[in-house]
């Protein structure tokens, strides 16, 4: 059995309800059998449990984060009894989402509650859908009509968007759908990124790729909550044009490893992603050569509504790469003011990793 668990995240009022439809319609035509664990801050809510009718916001914090991680236990393992091929679970808002509740000390003592990590919540989920809510953009469809457990007004919304997101920041597959565009094809592009994660049907993504001046790092994080990560990978020969690349991902000392196909076809980029374990991962690694692996730290950042990949290398004091990527081919970057560019460095091989990982090797 294939089973996927994703999360459906967004600000109030960003169109998740009806997203859940769409994805049920989409990919059960596409074979999937599809879950969805609805949202426990909802359920309390509208059932009368709240931060306000509980003794503190850490008492009700405490409670919601158990009964949501205990429904998806049990969803998985009513899942594993069924008579499917391919699983989608998908959780209305996931752990992680809890903590843009809570401040550092509530949410601490949360993890200390329950015995887990942050990055072991982060890591329970395969990829992150952040739906941006109405109230940036699109003010005028921000609505409480169908949510009676929505409290938030448009500007406090902005804020929830804006904190959700860097909570999941540094999550290997954290794609964010704005509003760029109106609720049906905000939603399209939803079941797109979806259908790509999966490897059915792929979107057509465009990546942008800027060459620019090394930025205050540590400006970065505190100004928009950059995440840092630290990435090994190394290339497999090609086969039947497929790219093959092996990478480990750590942050906080947490690692997941992956196997990555890449294609182009038309111009777009199509990815494919297996997850490892350390074993397999190390056994691939030695079949892959004698070339020592590139590494890299990543920082993960948002900025009007658009996620940034900033990758700085070892044998680069004075340079890095920024990346973006699209819908559209010819979609609009806003890239943010402390960032200065040196130029675009989109399409030119010199700056792909499989070529930096060649070209540096005796600094690798």
Known sequence: ?????????????AGKTTAMSWIQNAFTKL????????????????????PWTCGTNLEYQKVQMRLQLEKERLFEQAART?????????CDRGAIDNKAYMDDAEF????ADIGMTEEELKLRYAAVFHLVTAAKGAEEFYTYANNAARY????????????LIECWGGHPHLYIIDNSVELREKLRNLIVRIAGFLGVDPPADYERKFLIAMPDLEALVRTYGARRVEIEQAYLPTVDGEQLRLRKWVEDDHAIYYKTRKRRVNGSRIEVEERLTQKVYSHLLEEAGAEPPLR???????????????????????RAVLKIELDEKDGEVAIPPELHVLREVTGEPEYKDAVLAVDH???L
């Open 361 to 363: 090797r005796e600094e």
């Open 82 to 90: 069924m008579r499917a091929e391919k699983i989608l679970l998908v």
């Open 31 to 50: 074979g999937y059998t599809v879950l969805f664990i609805p949202e426990t801050a909802t359920e309390f809510i509208s059932g009368g449990v709240a």
């Open 1 to 13: 059995m294939e089973l996927t668990k994703i999360v459906i995240t967004g600000g109030p009022s």
């Open 296 to 318: 890299k730290i990543r920082y993960s950042l948002s900025y009007q509504k658009q996620l940034f990949q900033l990758d700085v290398y070892p044998f680069w004091d004075d």
């Open 108 to 111: 601490s003592a949360v993890l």
């Open 152 to 163: 938030e007004s448009v500007s406090q919304a902005v804020v929830m968007d804006d904190r």
